[in-house]
């Protein structure tokens, strides 16, 4: 039997390049709702983005525009602008991200690809890179119920894989709120990635287990455990 047979991966930074796609669509949509780029509370804003990447989107704009109205508005905003951007060819695959994905696969695991998008923006992402078919499962918060920090998505992953233990998954993701979410799950094997939102150090602080260049480096990894 395979060692950990479930491999929860987050999206943006980790096997998709960002490229700047979350800070320029956020900026299209604070604009849209009155904050336009080079006003004092932009640039606060844009801090709160990149201290909270990997959250799910809708939480950090409860915490940024504090009504739930206004929230909503940002986040379909958002969307539309990331979409955009999507179609617009700017949306890549990380180097070496489809071959790990597959090599994990071939090794007998389930993939679970994860993020803090919407299902919408999601879909359209996966849609830009022909990957609809490339895991085994891809969740987002609203499958889950609660996105990340939380363990709700890898322990979804779990219970739609059939996966018998939370001993039997190793996590991989590039920022401090993927390795929290999944301590928070009980996996053993919790590994930052350096292509993404957060360095070496807030990834170890928020209890990474390994520390990788890239997600390329995973396959090897997982089978040398």
Known sequence: ????????????????????????????????????????????????????????KIVVFRALFGTEERARQANAAFERAYADLVDSGACKPLPGAEDAIRELRAQGRKVALTTGFSRTTQDAILAALGWQDIADLTLCPADAGRGRPYPDMVLTALLRTGTASVRDIAVAGDTAYDMISGIRAGAPVVAGVLTGAHPEAGLRAAGATHILASIAELPALLGGL
Request: aromatic share 2%; net charge negative.
């Open 1 to 56: 039997m395979t060692s950990l047979p479930l491999v929860v991966l987050d999206m943006a930074g980790t096997t998709v390049a960002d490229e700047g796609l979350v800070e320029s669509a956020f900026s299209r949509a604070a604009a849209e709702l009155g904050t336009p780029p080079g006003s004092p509370e932009h640039a606060g804003m844009l801090d709160h983005v990149r201290a909270t990447m990997g959250e799910s």
